[in-house]
């Protein structure tokens, strides 16, 4: 999608734990509407790098603007801007359906009356309605990081960022969830994913391969097979892991 | 699927709303958890009809004994008064002022009458005598109301003699309390009961839900939105605000119109004071919830750091004067300490603001530490 600006922007970012570099000096620019793929075993730094993007990391050093905007001072008004949806899930198990769109509508301030209407057609879309007003507890896997991802968009972010969101998810919620993710780009926000599991990144406009922090390959998936001579990501990943594994978590 | 159709239209919104929408959550949480918000509302009704009963508890048949140095006439209609009584039964004959303490180690005997050896004499020749009672005041509410009985009796028996007498006999009881001589009264337990659930669901209850979030992993979205971190827990915390006031009231009205515990004061600076209390122990909630990340942590400093002192140092049960110094000492930094000050001179003194302010300027300095500790620390996290 090229020309339509860009959403993030990272140069030479770094976060290091101590003596531990979980990021190191990572440069990349995702365009506006666009897929982007972050894969890497786990460990890799894909999470703390996605948790600076939010301001909910600041970085040791580097630079990085969100929606046109600097990390370091204007993390508020990236809030404004993002969906988050984290590797833990983020629904509340005693609220309902119902609620838990209401409550993360309202927090986004989304106007009552705007919220009403996102909020039923939301459950309607994915075929929620007969359970909206029960709680979250009893419901499928599948159903929750469905809307678990809803509550992160429903008030139509720029950006929105997902942490591993197929992690234990069966292989149709994770096409149903694809699918979704689609939408939501060709709706023009901007998809910042990462996922370990190397078959999604199919799915991805672009990926960037992360190992041990920093950045090892990056680019169309098409062109990243080629380039490495594989037949799919898993052997690209394999290629570009295997020389220095490393046993540090994050 | 036209899935992103659905989010057309405005995109900013009030800061109230968003309040708004997080305290609504807060309230489902809570009623969801319907067993807690029973033990909440129902512990402390439980607890002041407790102690309520304790408080009335009659007495019958507490052993006494009788030091009778005069062994005239007078002291002797007395003590056929006292020994007819149902609620008092004469067990000791005493007969030097060293068994007293003898008497009192044994522990069965609650208080020794004692006549001066010149009563019946005194008496006749100025119309007036004393009486002394020595209580054993360890368990001061049993002592208290022993010495109301044997007084009423004593009374009782003078009023008998002066029906037909134009200059009145007068009979002058002195009361003294062994081992527990501050006697903390009976009322104290109503304003020491508030404390402790305030404590309770304040402090306890605010730090559980906020690392139940932290523990959830819902925090880190949170921290995400715009929401502010300041408003998070704000919305955390108006909740159990309102739960604490609340049940504050209950007990107040149960201790009022059941046990007949007076408040003396004015009951608009009672309320307001309550509030700084609540919110000094919310806020000790919030700085306890931002040392750590696990519910179970949280519950076991909240009864360890919170519920012990307050009940053990507050001098709700144990007067503070009687403490060893370094519990003293210690004392002081138990925010529950200056609020039961507070509480008594309120409701049994009837004291107004000018006799507390300073105990109300400790209760406010104490939010002031505690939300900027929880300030520093967040920041510390966040980084």
Redesign the interface.
Known sequence: MPDRGLSIETKNLTKKFGEFTAVDRITFEVEKGEIFGFLGANGAGKSTAM?ML?????PTSGSATVAGMDVYRQS?KI??R?G???????L?E??TVR?NL???????????K?LR??RD??IE?LGLKEVQNE?IKGLPLGWKQKLSFSTA????PEIV?LDEPTGGVDPITRRQFW??IN??A??G?TVFVTTHYMDEAEYCDRISMMVDGKIAAMGATSSLKEQFNSKNMDEVFLHLARPKERSENE | ???????????????M??L???I??EF??II??WRTLIILIGMPMAQIILFGFAITNEVNEAKIGILDKAKDEESRNIINKIDASSYLDITEYLSTDEEIEKVFKKGNVKEIIVFPADFGRDLWANNQADIQVVSDATDPNTADLIFNYTRAIILNHLNEMNANIESPFQIEINQQMLYNPALKGVYLFVPGLITVILMLISAMMTSISITKEKE???M?????????PVQVVLAKVIPYLLLAFIDAVLVLLLGYFVFDVPIRGSLVLLLFETLVFIVTALSLGVFISTRTSSQQVALMISLMLLMLPTILLSGFIFPIENMPNPLQIISNIVPARWFVIILKGIMLKGLGIAAIWEETLILIGFIVFFIALSVKNYKIR??
Not at chain 1, 102 to 112: K, Q, R
Not at chain 1, 153 to 156: P, R, T, Y
Not at chain 2, 222 to 227: D, I, N, Y
């Open positions: 948790r939010c301001g909910l990391l600041s508020e809030k404004q993002i988050y949806m984290s590797q833990k899930f983020s509340y005693d609220l609620e209401s409550f993360y509508g309202g927090i986004y301030g989304i106007e009552p705007l209407k996102r057609a939301m879309e709680l968009v429903l008030h139509a960022f699918e979704m939408q939501t060709a709706n926000t | 699927m036209r899935f992103f159709s659905i989010l057309r239209g405005q995109r900013k919104g009030a800061k709303n968003r708004r929408a997080f609504k959550k489902y949480h969801r958890d959830l992993g819902t880190e979205v949170l921290l995400a939105t715009p929401m502010a966040l980084t």
